[in-house]
């Protein structure tokens, strides 16, 4: 079975700051590992994926991720934040055969000025 | 391509009443997933469809829940008598071949008082 967990329940930060999401997931098999962003009152959009090949991962809005697999995990990074990424963000895991996405908690951004 | 649609997008009813969702997906994905969302979580997988089969059903769909999805393009989910339990955001989302490219509906979200 798959699992993710991401580590901070709230990560409060000022604006233009760095800011690291952090996400380990748990798995037997092979993996495909995502960032979903929810804004208030939306669904979910896909921020950025890993399947294959170069662990560092860039995805939209600035992010990017990094796929550790001796770590077994998947960190959200962006450098300088914005207001306007205040927003939950989910990981996700999903294996390579399968079609199910098994997502995390989440983590809610919030980006002060 | 106007994206995923869900309605409605909210649904106020009285324990033991039925209610039932509607979701539209990006036409020509024939992938279509159902999610339930409850506050401060992850969304969980209820159900998948590949084009009008239903191919896996969570633990978590009881037999008061029913998903549909007739000659392969909308899809409907059926809760009947609900309870207070089921009060929850429920996320429709599509890909096309590629499962692991979903894109999510902006949710219905149902209070059951």
């Known amino acids: 079975a798959q699992s993710v967990t991401q580590l901070d329940s709230q990560v409060p930060v000022f604006e233009e700051a760095p800011v690291e999401l952090r996400c380990n997931y748990s798995s037997s098999v092979s993996v495909y590992l995502f960032w979903y962003v929810q804004y208030p009152n939306q669904g979910l959009q896909l921020l950025l994926k890993?399947?294959?090949?170069?662990?560092l991962v860039k995805g939209i809005n600035g992010f990017e991720a990094e796929f550790n697999k001796s770590q077994t995990s998947f960190h959200l990074r962006k450098p300088s934040v914005h207001i306007s990424d205040t927003a939950e963000y989910f990981c996700a895991v999903g294996h390579t055969g399968g079609f199910k996405t098994i997502f995390g908690a989440g983590t809610r951004l919030f980006v002060k000025a | 391509d106007t994206g995923v649609s869900q309605d409605p997008r909210h649904k106020i009813t009285k324990r033991g009443q039925n209610v039932t969702f509607r979701c539209d997906p990006i036409?020509?994905?024939?992938?279509l997933y159902w999610y339930r969302q409850t506050l401060g979580q992850g969304p969980e997988f209820l159900t998948y469809f590949q084009n009008e089969a239903q191919l896996e059903k969570s633990r978590l769909l009881s037999d008061r829940f029913s998903a549909e999805r007739p000659k392969g393009s909308f899809s409907t989910l059926e809760i009947q008598r609900t309870e207070q339990g089921d009060s929850a955001m429920y996320l429709c989302?599509?890909?096309?071949?590629?499962?692991?490219?979903?894109?999510f509906g902006p949710g219905t979200r149902l209070t059951v008082t």
């Open positions: 890993y399947l294959s090949g170069s662990t």
């Open positions: 036409s020509e994905h024939n992938r």
């Open positions: 989302a599509s890909s096309p071949g590629t499962w692991y490219e979903q894109y």
